[in-house]
């Protein structure tokens, strides 16, 4: 079993009782959903700022497209076979 620490969350009591229904819907404790959400949030948040990081380089960079160009892209999605 992985090495786990104890950390103490105050939540609002709407939440803690989603999260028990959550938790025995899945038959799984309150701590074991609370640590994948956490998991989940922050691998999305980890990724995003990234991202933006990235992009921000390449801003400072001059890797820049051209105004045109992103909009004739941007009216092709959604499309199919574009």
């Known amino acids: 079993m992985a090495k ?3 950390i103490s969350v105050r939540v609002s009591k709407d939440l803690d009782k989603r999260l028990a229904k959550l938790a ?8 074991y959903v609370a640590g994948q959400a956490i ?10 700022v990234k991202a933006i990081r990235q992009g921000m380089a390449e801003a400072d960079a001059g890797k820049l497209m051209p105004h045109a160009e992103a909009v ?6 959604g499309r199919r076979g574009a």
């Open 4 to 6: 786990t620490t104890l």
């Open 72 to 77: 004739k892209r941007l009216k092709t999605w």
């Open 39 to 48: 998991e989940e949030f922050l691998t999305l948040q980890e990724w995003q």
């Open 24 to 31: 025995g819907v899945t038959e799984r404790s309150k701590s």
